[in-house]
């Protein structure tokens, strides 16, 4: 897929941003390979490089420790909504235990596949001394039967610079066999 990543710190008044082809592999690790960028270095350098950097270095189970299952979070009903015309429920998710990765936030469920189709919330443990705290919304598209990432933005409160805000957006995917692992939360009882 194409990963189009836009970054900017309000207080330095700098932004930037990278196009990258991005590959998950069957074991999930995940790839990175630049098409272009533009704006000001050191955001390419110290916001966005370390994002990709952090993606590609991850273990490949990884995933599987930070999964919206019940073994990670308690989950709450909070309603159904109705958007684009498909009924969706909605969830307060809440980890059990303060890990990286995990968040304390919601998530709503398309009823007709028990797909996520958007995660919101803030991070319980932060990724880094330098970071005071996240928060993020990540919004998902149904295609052949599998959530796939549309966008992500994020909003995150650094002890040097003051806030950083990413947005990623994603398109053009590619299979190339196999099947990607679906790790889903409870149904809502009817």
Do not use: C
């Not at 610079?161 to 990607?180: H, M, N």
């Amino acid at each position: 897929m194409e990963s189009t990543f836009y970054a900017k710190v309000p207080k330095l008044q700098k932004d930037a941003s990278l196009t990258a082809r991005r590959t998950v592999t069957a074991t999930g690790e995940v790839k990175y390979e630049t098409v272009r960028t533009r704006g000001d270095k050191s955001i390419l350098k110290e916001v966005i490089a370390r994002l990709m950097n952090a993606e590609e270095e991850a273990p490949p189970n990884k995933y599987q420790e930070m999964a919206i299952n019940e073994e990670h979070y308690r989950f709450k009903h909070k309603g159904v909504i109705e958007k684009d015309g498909h009924i969706t429920y909605v969830f307060e998710v809440i980890p059990k235990k303060k890990k990286p990765g995990l968040f304390k936030g919601d998530i709503w469920v398309d009823k007709e596949t028990g797909l996520i189709i958007r995660e919101a919330g803030r991070l319980v443990k932060s990724p880094s001394v330098l970071i005071k705290r996240v928060d993020f919304v990540r919004e998902y598209e149904i295609k052949d039967n599998y959530s796939m990432p549309l966008r992500t933005k994020s909003s995150t409160e650094t002890r040097l610079w003051g806030k950083a805000e990413v947005s990623i957006l994603y398109g053009g995917w590619q299979w190339d066999g196999g099947e990607p692992a679906l790790l889903l939360p409870p149904r809502p009882e009817k």
